[in-house]
Each structure stands twice: as structure tokens, then as C-alpha cells.
């Protein structure tokens, strides 16, 4: 997993609340479990038009919002199934940060656990973010995860908190398997120790 510390780019407005999983990857593209080739199918049923040519108002159609990093979205964003999916469009697309003033836990979970990070704020705090976001490539933000601070275009910076153990984890771009191997020594011993002393097993 690509190590995440920091992020500076173009954040893409998205004031929608209650964005839910298949808003974010349709049912349609479930039917493969590789994590690439998903960012075509991210927000689709926005994206495109139902000859499928481009939605010229969708946001991330936008030449300001194409090479997006940072989505600032509404309220409650991930909601509705746990499908994995959708972090891995996320990803795919190239959006590595998601900011918004709530998550659905299993979306949460599964962001961290790909590489992406997703921040909390206040809904304050997300206005004055979604302002910065609508001003598109003139004005890009910088997200410092060591230091758990958004630095905006004009020197604002908003403190953002996050579980230590997740923050590790995305720092050292650790996920599952890589939190593992971490302990690769410790299985090697034991495996060669309950070996020698079960020969026959």
C-alpha cells in the first residue's frame, strides 16, 4: 500500500449528503475483484449521460476538477452497503483524501485500509473548505497527516483528529498483509521451533 504523508492538490467539491456506496460505484462494476480499472465507473451514474457520453456539469467532468486528489463532500458520505469497491474507485481515479463532517464506519474503516485517508471536520470547518474546493485549480489544499493538519490556498490550516494506531498505518502504507509481514521474524521462529519440536506433525 502507497505510504500516505503528504497530499497537496486539487480538491473537487461534492455537496451532496448521504452519498452512499452505489453512488460511488454502481452494481454494475462489482462483478470484478481486481482493485484497478474502477476509477472509469467511480460516480458513474453522474459522470455520464444514459448514451454515455460525459455529464459536462458533473464536477469531476470539469477541466478544473479532472486530476482531482481531494473530494470535500456532504454529510454521512459512504453510507448504504460495504462494498470495497468503492474506495478502490476512489483510488483508481487518483482521489487519495476524502473530507467531510461524517462517515459510514465500514466506508471509514475500508478507506484506511486502501491507502486513502478520510478526515473529519466540523461543518464550519467543511464550509470554508467547500469555498476553497469551488474555486478550482486556482486554488489547491495541502494535507499534512503527520503534523493532522488541511493548510488552505490563503494560509488557513484546520487541525483534524485521527486514531493513532490508522494513522501509523497509513504513514508506513501498512495494510493488512503489510501489518503482517511486519511480523515475519516472529512467524519464521515459530513455525521452525513448533517444527523441530513436533516432528512428526
Same mark, same amino acid.
Given at each position: 500500500?502507497?505510504?500516505?504523508?503528504?497530499?497537496?492538490?486539487?480538491?473537487a467539491?461534492?455537496?451532496?449528503?448521504?452519498?452512499?456506496?452505489?453512488?460511488i460505484?454502481?452494481?454494475? =462494476?462489482?462483478?470484478?475483484?481486481?482493485?484497478?480499472?474502477?476509477?472509469?465507473?467511480?460516480?458513474?451514474?453522474?459522470? =455520464?449521460?444514459?448514451?454515455?457520453?460525459?455529464?459536462?456539469?458533473?464536477?469531476l467532468?470539469?477541466?478544473?476538477?479532472?486530476?482531482?486528489?481531494?473530494?470535500?463532500?456532504?454529510?454521512?458520505?459512504?453510507?448504504?452497503?460495504?462494498?470495497?469497491?468503492?474506495?478502490?474507485?476512489?483510488?483508481?481515479?487518483?482521489i487519495?483524501?476524502?473530507?467531510?463532517?461524517?462517515?459510514?464506519?465500514?466506508? =471509514?474503516?475500508?478507506?484506511?485500509?486502501?491507502?486513502?485517508?478520510?478526515?473529519?471536520?466540523?461543518?464550519?470547518?467543511?464550509?470554508?473548505?467547500?469555498?476553497?474546493?469551488?474555486?478550482?485549480?486556482?486554488?489547491?489544499?495541502?494535507?499534512?497527516?503527520?503534523? $493532522?493538519?488541511?493548510?488552505?490556498?490563503?494560509?488557513?490550516?484546520?487541525?483534524?483528529?485521527?486514531?493513532?494506531?490508522?494513522?501509523?498505518?497509513?504513514?508506513?502504507?501498512?495494510?493488512?498483509?503489510?501489518?503482517?509481514?511486519?511480523?515475519?521474524?516472529?512467524? $519464521?521462529?515459530?513455525? $521452525?521451533? =513448533?517444527?523441530?519440536?513436533?516432528?512428526?506433525?
Amino acid at each position: 500500500m502507497e505510504k500516505f504523508t503528504t497530499l497537496t492538490g486539487v480538491a473537487a467539491p461534492l455537496p451532496i449528503v448521504n452519498v452512499d456506496t452505489d453512488m460511488i460505484i454502481p452494481k454494475d =462494476y462489482l462483478k470484478t475483484i481486481k482493485r484497478t480499472g474502477l476509477g472509469t465507473g467511480l460516480f458513474a451514474e453522474m459522470r =455520464y449521460n444514459e448514451d454515455g457520453s460525459e455529464n459536462p456539469d458533473f464536477v469531476l467532468n470539469k477541466p478544473a476538477y479532472r486530476n482531482s486528489k481531494i473530494l470535500v463532500a456532504g454529510d454521512n458520505f459512504g453510507c448504504g452497503s460495504s462494498r470495497e469497491h468503492a474506495p478502490w474507485a476512489l483510488l483508481d481515479f487518483g482521489i487519495r483524501c476524502v473530507i467531510s463532517t461524517s462517515f459510514a464506519d465500514i466506508f =471509514y474503516n475500508n478507506c484506511f485500509k486502501n491507502g486513502i485517508l478520510p478526515i473529519t471536520v466540523s461543518p464550519e470547518e467543511l464550509d470554508k473548505l467547500m469555498e476553497d474546493a469551488e474555486r478550482g485549480a486556482n486554488a489547491t489544499l495541502t494535507v499534512d497527516l503527520e503534523a $493532522q493538519e488541511i493548510h488552505g490556498p490563503d494560509g488557513g490550516v484546520i487541525k483534524f483528529e485521527i486514531d493513532a494506531f490508522k494513522r501509523h498505518c497509513l504513514l508506513n502504507g501498512l495494510d493488512d498483509i503489510g501489518l503482517t509481514m511486519e511480523k515475519a521474524p516472529a512467524i $519464521q521462529s515459530f513455525e $521452525q521451533n =513448533y517444527a523441530e519440536s513436533r516432528p512428526w506433525a
